[in-house]
């Protein structure tokens, strides 16, 4: 069996800053009880771990004691989850992604230059709940091309869009396809709101999964991006499943023969060890030789939130970073069970939207 690791996978900027956020958090308040408001992440693997090592996840802003320490999550918050933490005196740390802190930023200037916002997006992500928030009455969320010849506007000549970052940029174009034929002078975002991670991902899966028989991804239900990874390579052709990690591998849906491929990838929000455990189980129980194929170089940098920052500055007996670098994982035998075999495969991703 062929199995193939593409680069890039898993982990995005933005999730690894939100992740080292919290694990900073724990540094500077050993004392304190950390509270982060939703899952950091939307992964099970990394929330039960934070949990284990006493972090509380809430779902209310007023669950939070008065004066607490709280975390606000990758996905971004509307502005009153903001003002209702200052209210109760919390210690208030933002780990919200910068490129949704993008569209937030895109979605208050729209609004306040007069337009109508047509929000492409599943309505209950907490992205675009909170993206809603910047102008929920100026913003109308639009989940699929089918909504486009009913929704009722103010003025078709004062409307622009935006997109959730973590859409099919496939299904993204569908719906931003049929809101230009609806509405011919609807105003384009300033760039892609689709990220970067999102994009590249999804691109990889596309290129690879036609030449695979089988594809693995890994991540949790509740991903929106590892969901749409495995509805990508389904649509290209290979079967696809949602893992959450190597236990829930069956092996009645591995395809047999020296010749077989097994495609493993993994959603923006999913721990490399994750992706390791499957290769290893998948090598002991079947062999087979590990592929890397390189289809995108990330090389990214996020800076640490201001308010982190700040409280570093403050502790000199701390010594942490001030942003965040991610690039391609080292593979090793003893985490994956091989030296993968390097594939290149180089090829920029398409301009969708």
Known sequence: MRIILPN?????????????????????????????????????????????????????????PEGSVVVFSAHGIPPSVREEAERRNLTSIDATCPLVTKVHSEASRSAGKGYQILLVGHADHQEIIGTRGEAPDDTIVVESADQVPTLEVRDEDRLTYLTQTTLSTDDAAKVVRALRERFPNIREPSSSTICYATTNRQHAVRQ??????????????????????????????????????????????LPRGSESAVLVTAGASAPEDLVAEVCRTLLSRHGGQLEHWDVIDEDVEFALPGALRRIIKARPDMELPDSIVIGAEQIDPDRYGAVPLTVSARSEPPTTI
């Open 8 to 64: 890039p996978r898993g982990f995005c900027a933005g999730v690894r800053m939100a992740i080292d956020v919290v694990d900073q958090v724990l540094r500077l308040f050993p004392d304190r009880a950390i509270y982060v408001y939703h899952e950091i992440v939307h992964n099970r693997h990394v929330v039960e771990r934070f949990r284990g090592q006493g972090v509380r996840f809430v779902e209310r802003i007023a669950d939070i």
């Open 208 to 253: 690879i999964a036609p030449e695979v028989d089988l594809t693995l991804v890994v991540g949790s239900r509740n991903s929106s991006n590892s969901v749409r990874l495995t509805e990508i390579a389904e649509s290209a052709g290979s079967p696809a499943y949602l893992i959450d990690d190597a236990s829930e591998i069956d092996d009645a849906w």
